[in-house]
T-cell receptor, first 116, second 110 residues
């Protein structure tokens, strides 16, 4: 498999619970991005990594959200004390850097979160 | 004001017509510009990128960039029903993240 994979694809949880999503990028891609998308809106930037370093995090992102990429390969996005407003599709994307960096993002199929 | 704005649509064109999609952006230091297509229930996929002023053609798709006007457009010639999707404009600065508009939904009627 050469694409970006995300797990789980769907998650239903109760308000106040914690959830964690995993993303495995394309193997040679050293940049990894997390976006959130709700119906009728474009993807909203959350954070991104270059290798294991988190280079930017959205100023709008609540402290309940945390992301890691401990070994520069897969990444996890954790949401603590979920709220109904967290219900969305969480998209992971990866890209190359350096001279081969065209800026193109390769997206996974997303993890859909429903908070009851 | 949103950083990237697109016509909200929806846009409906007959099969074989030209579909025109527009996008404006606010950050003058933006360097790279992209059009992604997103089918309902699917993830975005890149269809065009453009980095310098002017036109860039790829098959039935033409992207146009005017940095002075902070304007990007996408033309789809000979529109097909399979082109029915939401088209997302994305803008990237040298910092690396891409900022997306809310998309324009296109319907091509047979």
């Amino acid at each position: 498999d050469t694409g970006v994979s995300q797990d789980p694809r769907h998650k239903i949880t109760k308000r106040g619970q914690n959830v964690t999503f995993r993303c495995d990028p394309i193997s040679e891609h050293n940049r990894l991005y997390w976006y959130r998308q709700t119906l009728g809106q474009g993807p909203e930037f959350l954070t991104y990594f270059q290798n294991e370093a988190q280079l930017e995090k959205s100023r709008l992102l609540s402290d309940r959200f945390s992301a890691e990429r401990p070994k520069g390969s897969f990444s996890t996005l954790e949401i603590q004390r979920t709220e109904q407003g967290d219900s969305a599709m969480y998209l992971c994307a990866s890209s190359l850097t350096g001279t081969r960096n065209t800026g193109e993002l390769f997206f996974g199929e997303g993890s859909r979160l429903t908070v009851l | 004001q949103k950083e990237v704005e697109q016509n909200s649509g929806p846009l409906s064109v007959p099969e074989g017509a030209i579909a025109s999609l527009n996008c404006t952006y606010s950050d003058r230091v933006s360097q790279s510009f992209f059009w992604y297509r997103q089918y309902s229930g699917k993830s975005p996929e890149l269809i065009m990128s453009i980095y310098s002023n002017g036109d860039k053609e790829d098959g039935r798709f033409t992207a146009q960039l005017n940095k002075a006007s902070q304007y990007v457009s996408l033309l789809i010639r000979d529109s097909q029903p399979s082109d029915s999707a939401t088209y997302l404009c994305a803008v990237r600065t040298n910092a690396g993240k891409s900022t997306f508009g809310d998309g324009t939904t296109l319907t091509v009627k047979p």
